[in-house]
């Protein structure tokens, strides 16, 4: 979380007429007797953010961001996803991508950012490879030299939303993830939601050798049914439902 983009974003509101009065309660000038969601200043004001001509682009970013920090409401990243597809965009990519490192890194983020990568970037194929790679791949190898705090806490939540993402594409981070202990858990959580979203892809052979090298007790939750779906090759719950239950009932 920026701090000073947080509070600026504050100030910016309040120049509209919108000020906090409440943990979630947010009160409007123009309409003094209604109260406010966080959701609601998200979808009357983020996208203001981006018409704000005193600011330019990588500014009006910034305030978006601000926004989010603010609100921590999903709507947010959706007007910042609308920006960057927008016939004037895309927006600054180092702006944006740093954004998004810098509050999966945080000790604490809103789970409008992890839910942002997963519904919009990860799930679309045009972005999905683009996306990852920013927020993960292309840092993913400094996890065997320097395990650093921040850069853990962004793996982790990285891969638990990372099933919609094409197995090419993170396969080989998922591989230098099961060389780091600290991310087992999330690693199993990640081949789970490979296997479990609708648009989750993984090899079942390979997510099955990964799974082997996974450390975590063996009562764990899922663990014996996912092993068994993927021994038997399949790909997707969602292919083959049955497969599932199947792999959930004791043999006889």
């Known amino acids: 979380m920026d701090t000073q983009a947080r509070e600026d974003a504050r100030r ?3 120049e509209a007429g919108v000020t906090q009065v409440g943990d979630d309660t947010w009160l409007d000038g123009d ?6 969601t966080a959701d609601d200043v998200a979808r009357s004001w983020a996208g203001q953010a981006f018409t704000d001509e005193r600011l330019d682009r990588a500014g009006q970013l910034r ?6 920090d603010l609100l921590d ?3 947010v990243t959706c007007e ?19 954004g998004y490192r810098q509050r999966l890194e945080a000790p604490e983020t809103g789970d409008a950012v992890t839910c942002s990568l997963w519904v919009d970037w990860f799930e679309d194929r045009k972005t999905a490879a683009t996306a990852f790679a920013e927020v993960l791949g292309h840092d993913i190898h400094r996890l065997r030299n320097d395990p650093s705090d921040p850069l853990l806490r ?3 939540r990285v891969l638990e939303c990372s099933g ?9 981070a998922y591989g230098i993830a099961a060389h780091v202990p600290a991310l087992h858990p999330a690693l199993f959580r990640a081949l789970l939601g490979s296997y479990h979203d609708v648009h989750g892809d993984l090899e079942p052979q390979a997510a099955l050798d990964l799974l082997s090298r996974v450390a975590l007790p063996p009562d764990t939750a899922h663990l014996a049914q996912l092993r068994a779906v993927l021994a038997a090759g399949h790909r997707n719950h969602h292919r083959d439902p049955h497969a599932w239950d199947a792999a959930r009932r004791p043999r006889p």
Do not use: C, H
């Open 63 to 68: 305030l978006a961001f601000g926004l989010l």
């Open 164 to 172: 919609p993402v094409p197995w090419p594409v993170k396969e080989t």
């Open 73 to 75: 409401a999903y709507w």
């Open 12 to 14: 910016w509101l309040a």
């Open 154 to 156: 962004r793996a982790r």
């Open 31 to 36: 309409a003094p007797d209604a109260r406010l």
């Open 80 to 98: 910042i996803r609308f920006a960057d597809q927008d016939p004037s965009g895309p927006l600054p990519p180092g702006a944006l991508w740093d």
